[in-house]
Structures are given as structure tokens and as C-alpha cells.
């Protein structure tokens, strides 16, 4: 693992506790609500969730859904970028790394955006940080080798494409800047290309 690597998992790892002390102390409800936060990179539902309790502990609220998007999106790639660098070299076939470099090319572009706008609209220097359930996807690539690592990494790729249209579907009511809703409407529309076109790799 590089040192990039390192740094990233240990962002997640924060993360993860910080939900956990926040959880110590609070009531059932409470509780239950931050673990469904904490669990967005699962199959749960995003709509309704406090979507605040995703992110880095260390960051002020957002000002408004635009940013709380932003914010979000950018980490939720970071999920994916690490995952796809994984599958650059340790896919089996030609296919499934050009695949991978394909995807990771397309997300840290896509980051790079939606972090320039945070930057120009609200003057943030964002760290994206790897969300704790994208974070075990990346890991349950590790234990496998050959075919059956190409069907994990797709099969993930889906399933993180489909979390990130949840969210997508969830803040495009919320979203105001033209520039935010143009970018989420163009991600939506990739990501269900993508999955239609990864749906039909052999299994």
C-alpha cells in the first residue's frame, strides 16, 4: 500500500470512529440514525439521512445543499478512485484494467470539478475522505485472484454506482447553483451508462 494509500485509510478510520463517539452517550434514535448515515455505502436508502454525519469530523456545516453535495460526491468517489487504482494492476485480464483506468480517470476528473467549485463558491479546500463502507468494499477486492477478482470489482463498481445515484436522485430536488445541477444531472447519466455497460460483462 503507498503512502497516498495509507493516508486515505486512515481518513476513513477516523471517520469511522468519530461516528462511533458521537453514537457513545446518545439516545437509541440518535444511534440508529448515524449508523444508517455510516452505512450510506451499503444497500440502505439515502433519502432523509443526515447526510452531515458522512463526512470529515473536522468540517464545519455546510451552508447549503450545493456544498453538503459537493462534499459528499467528492468523498464518494474517493471510494471508487481507490478501488479502480486497485483493479489497474491487480485486474486479470487487458479488459478489466483498461476498465478500471477508464473509471478512475473519470471519477478523479469529476473530483477535481466538484472540488474547483467548492473552492471558487465557497472558498473550501476540500480533503476528500474515503466513506467507512466504500472503504470495506475496497477491501473485499483484496482476498481474491484472477476471474473472480474481475467479477468482485465489477460487481462493486455497480453497486457503488448505484449508492452514488441514490444520492444523486435524493439532493437533485436540493441543489441550486445551475453549474452543481448540470454536473449531477451529467454524473446520473454516466453512472446508468456505466452500470448497463458492466451489467453485461461475463460473469
Do not use: W
Amino acid at each position: 500500500m503507498n503512502l497516498l494509500s495509507s493516508r486515505r485509510r486512515a481518513s476513513a478510520v477516523a471517520v469511522a470512529l468519530a461516528f462511533g463517539l458521537v453514537a457513545c452517550g446518545r439516545s437509541g434514535s440518535d444511534v440508529a440514525t448515524d449508523t444508517a448515515a455510516g452505512t450510506l455505502a451499503g444497500d440502505s436508502h439515502v433519502a432523509g439521512m443526515d447526510h452531515s454525519m458522512m463526512g470529515a469530523p473536522d468540517r464545519p456545516a455546510p451552508r447549503d445543499a450545493d456544498q453538503e453535495f459537493l462534499r459528499m460526491m467528492s468523498d464518494h468517489h474517493e471510494g471508487l478512485i481507490e478501488m479502480a487504482s486497485a483493479a489497474v494492476t491487480g485486474g486479470s485480464s487487458s479488459e478489466i484494467k483498461a476498465d478500471a483506468r477508464r473509471l478512475k480517470e473519470t471519477q478523479e476528473r469529476e473530483q477535481k470539478q466538484m472540488m474547483d467549485m467548492l473552492r471558487n463558491a465557497y472558498g473550501e479546500e476540500l480533503q476528500p475522505h474515503m466513506m467507512p463502507g466504500n472503504m470495506a468494499m475496497h477491501d473485499s477486492l483484496q482476498p481474491h485472484l484472477g476471474d473472480a477478482y474481475d467479477r468482485t470489482f465489477y460487481e462493486m463498481v455497480v453497486k457503488h454506482h448505484r449508492e452514488g445515484i441514490r444520492m444523486m436522485d435524493d439532493f437533485g430536488p436540493r441543489v441550486r447553483r445551475p453549474e452543481v445541477k448540470r454536473m449531477l444531472e451529467e454524473m446520473r447519466a454516466n453512472q446508468l451508462r456505466d452500470i448497463g455497460d458492466l451489467e453485461e460483462k461475463p460473469r
